[in-house]
């Protein structure tokens, strides 16, 4: 085939045309009668919030190189898609709209599906699925049932995270500085009966099994989830109560700074407050707790505000010294950490000396670290020393010692023991909103909580097409429009019963969607064991690191259930983990308030989808922002025109023996191989673009310079391209492998095998320097000697200038590719 003939390659009618072929080929379609090894690529669920945008091109991007790259290696891919179809933005949309949700969501499904597919992307769609499906949230409430069987799912009144917009609790993951992750609205407290997944349960095994996933996660993501799970070791430690049979237990990580402890703290919303407070200081205690409740709780434990609090007129007893600790009320303490009481000790803690110096309370220094005191310069000193004031420790001056002995004596005296806490809480999982998995428990007046027998699962939404559905506090179930749906006859005795009415969390919903992609049509159960032996666990996931400390931290949990109930033989669903960066303008997030904003579709519409993919990952490391003010899709476009005239260029025949072709190329083609595969196996997607360029330009200069199109050592050179670069862009390179004389796809091709003994390089350049500076470059054979290399550089007509005729004290030989001289 001539040049002239494939001048210019067509974006838009080669994405048409091979999008129509892979449907009907079933190209990307997994077998799971497969006998090749098998691969699972995983991209985190998209929402459907309208179309797609520039941050799901990049990270769709990268889960599609991945996994057309595996499938070149001769691996079966599983790279699946659906949809996180239920939640508050498609509901939220939908009530502005007037609209059912499930008409906005699923609207925005069909258009975003159109749009994946427009992308290129290498994915089975036989088994797409959507978690606001009947079919796939019967399974969702059936592992609650079974969560709930085994004591694991659990309902309780507590004060909660409220978000007064969008009219719902949410869980602390979901609290990001005190605002709702969801609309950035500040977030209150409220208190109510809601579900909760009893999460802590696995706190310790969430932590220990990091350890599988060093190496293939990210440092950081593991840092952040130690750091949510937050492990202390301490004490747990009994304080009498002034009329209050039973003590108060505190968890400490300081016991032994117990003789320092001069008053006891309360948060205002524990039901211990209420509990104690006299009558006398109650008027007094319930107003601030009023006024407590307005504040968030970044606002509360921010250590610039000033502390506040009540007198609840009652005193708790020192276990270590008897002696009498005035209890307050405070709002730097919160309900949710451990018992919502503390003890305070001022000297060691600055919140506690902040609050102690506005009150007036006393300040008795336990360990002497050297600073001034606190008591008079009101600046804490939580280091170590030696132990001071402090009875039976002082003395001391190791701090694991001191501790040590202090449990030993309140073990010894019944009043603590050692204890390991967590700053997890369980997982809140009940929502007050309408467009979300209902909740399969029925509330009878005789039986209490009713599981739904597993035959009438799912229980679906109520229609309600038509009705309010605006956020009022409760749950729009809970309302007239849902009377119908929401009372029914108890499963036990018969009688009247009620639904409840609350739906779940989403989260719950995308913590084990991976699992039924193994076998999405399956009717037995969420999955089949088998199928999920044949994928999983997931090789390669990818997403945003802003899912650290929720969704990761939720699918690690339930698949650690799933492996407790026999599902299941492994407890880490995803191998490896990589994120990606964001696409931003200008320096800032794109926002339509901003005006700086880039619409994909307009991109794609003007440079074609393997342009806008290749210059994403030509930009930085996945991980990286990318500013796409500083990229050049219309350059990418052009290299990829050179790389498509490449392919015209071959006019070899398929199959030609490329050993009697031009060695240099060859060369060139064999180095780009076995770089590009450890470039993708390390995820340095940016630098096998690079070297993909380099392969274009060094073709095209052996094309050129007189090799020719005919020489085997091109075409070797263009199928090699070809099937590097389809990985990165798709729909050129399915016209290149045409071009080529290959049947269709390019995709179904072998990875080039690599001849080691083109990887040897013949020549390298030595460099000579002189004092540090450059003098001189020499081609030598890449096995030339120490004694030969300083020989040819001594002789460097280049080297004798600078060394005018001065007497050589010293040569350092860095063989190959180094010569360094010092002269006398």
């Not at 025949?653 to 190329?665: E, F, I, N, W, Y």
């Not at 380099?694 to 200069?701: F, I, M, Q, S, Y």
Request: charged fraction near 25%.
């Amino acid at each position: 085939m001539t040049e002239q003939v494939h001048q210019t390659y067509d974006a838009a009618a080669a994405q048409q045309r091979w999008q129509a072929f892979w449907a009907e080929d079933r190209t990307f379609v997994a077998d799971d009668a497969t006998t090749r090894p098998t691969r699972y690529v995983l991209d985190m669920f998209p929402y459907p919030s309208g179309d797609l945008h520039m941050g799901h091109a990049e990270a769709f991007v990268m889960g599609d190189i991945v996994a057309r790259y595996w499938r070149l290696r001769g691996f079966e891919v599983l790279h699946p898609i659906g949809w996180d179809s239920f939640g508050l933005p498609a509901e939220n949309a939908a009530i502005k709209r007037n609209a059912h949700p499930g008409e906005w969501t699923y609207a925005n499904i069909e258009t975003q599906a159109n749009s994946f597919k427009r992308y290129g992307l290498a994915i089975d769609w036989t088994r797409r699925l959507h978690t606001s499906d009947p079919e796939y949230y019967r399974w969702t409430q059936w592992l609650f049932l079974k969560f709930y069987e085994r004591g694991l799912a659990y309902r309780k009144d507590s004060f909660v995270n409220w978000c007064p917009t969008d009219q719902t609790v949410l869980a602390n993951e979901q609290v990001v500085q005190g605002m709702c992750e969801r609309c950035g609205s500040p977030v209150t407290k409220r208190q109510l009966n809601q579900w909760y997944f009893r999460i802590t349960d696995y706190a310790q095994r969430l932590l220990d099994d990091m350890e599988q996933l060093e190496g293939g996660w990210p440092d950081r993501v593991l840092a952040m989830q130690r750091n949510w799970i937050g492990r202390s070791e301490g004490a747990h430690v009994q304080f009498a109560i002034e009329g209050r049979e039973e003590p108060v237990t505190v968890f400490t990580t300081r016991p032994d700074t117990l003789y320092g402890a001069t008053f006891f703290v309360v948060a205002p919303e524990a039901a211990l407050a209420a509990e104690i407070v006299t009558d006398e200081h109650r008027a007094e205690f319930e107003a601030y707790l009023e006024q407590t409740k307005r504040a968030t709780e970044i606002e509360r434990q921010s250590t610039d505000r000033e502390k506040t609090g009540v007198f609840l007129g009652v005193h708790a007893i020192n276990p270590a010294n008897g002696a009498k600790l005035p209890v307050y009320a405070a709002d730097y303490v919160l309900a949710d950490y451990g018992t919502g009481a503390v003890m305070a000790v001022p000297a060691h803690d600055q919140r506690d000396l902040d609050f102690a110096k506005k009150y007036r309370l006393p300040v008795i220094k336990v360990v002497e670290t050297g600073e001034a005191d606190p008591a008079e310069t009101f600046v804490a000193t939580p280091g170590d020393g030696t132990y001071v004031n402090s009875g039976i420790l002082d003395g001391l001056t190791d701090k694991a010692t001191g501790v040590s002995t202090m449990i030993d004596r309140l073990e010894a005296t019944g009043r603590g023991t050692r204890a390991i806490t967590f700053r997890l809480r369980d997982w809140l999982l009940s929502r007050q909103r309408f467009w979300g998995c209902p909740i399969p428990i029925i509330h009878c007046p005789s039986c209490g909580e009713v599981p739904v027998p597993e035959d009438q699962l799912p229980v679906v939404l109520p229609d309600l097409r038509g009705e309010d559905l605006a956020p009022k506090g409760t749950s729009p179930l809970a309302g007239p429009a849902a009377t119908q749906w929401r009372e029914v006859a108890c499963p036990r005795c018969g009688g009247k019963a009620e639904r409840d009415t609350d739906t779940m969390d989403t989260f719950v919903d995308s913590s084990w969607y991976f699992f039924r992609y193994c076998s999405p049509g399956y009717t037995q159960g969420p999955f089949d064991p088998a199928d999920v032996r044949r994928w999983m666990p997931v090789d390669q996931y990818v997403g945003g690191v802003e899912h650290a400390i929720l969704h990761l931290l939720y699918m690690r949990f339930f698949t650690k259930v799933l492996h407790d109930m026999g599902m299941v033989d492994f407890v880490e669903p995803m191998r490896r983990l990589l994120n990606q960066g964001q696409v931003i303008n200008e320096g800032k997030a794109m926002s339509k308030s901003l005006g700086n904003g880039v619409d994909l579709g307009e991109q794609i519409d003007a440079f074609g989808v393997d342009a806008v993919r290749t210059t994403i990952v030509f930009a930085g490391p996945p991980e990286d922002d990318i500013d796409w003010a500083d990229v050049s899709p219309s350059s990418t476009e052009k290299f990829l025109q050179r790389a498509y005239r490449i392919a015209g260029d071959v006019t070899s025949a398929p199959g030609t023996d490329p050993s009697t072709g031009d060695r240099a190329l060859r060369q060139v083609t064999h180095r780009t191989v076995a770089e590009v595969a450890a470039l993708l196996d390390d995820h340095r997607f940016n630098v096998v673009v690079a070297r993909l360029m380099e392969l274009v330009n060094a073709t095209r200069k052996a094309i050129d310079s007189g090799v020719g199109g005919a020489d085997p050592a091109v075409r070797e050179a263009a199928e090699a391209l070809t099937i590097l670069l389809s990985v990165v862009a798709p729909y050129v390179t399915e016209e290149m492998w045409e071009i080529l004389g290959h049947a269709p796809s390019v995709a179904n091709a072998a990875w080039p095998s690599v001849d080691e003994s083109l990887l040897v390089q013949d020549t390298v350049t030595c460099v000579v320097q002189v004092q540090g500076k450059v003098r001189a470059k020499l081609e030598v054979a890449a096995d030339t000697s120490e004694a030969e290399l300083e020989r040819l550089a001594l002789a460097d007509p280049g080297v004798q200038r600078a060394l005018e005729g001065r007497e050589v004290r010293k040569v350092i030989v860095r063989a190959p590719k180094l010569v360094s001289i010092v002269p006398a």
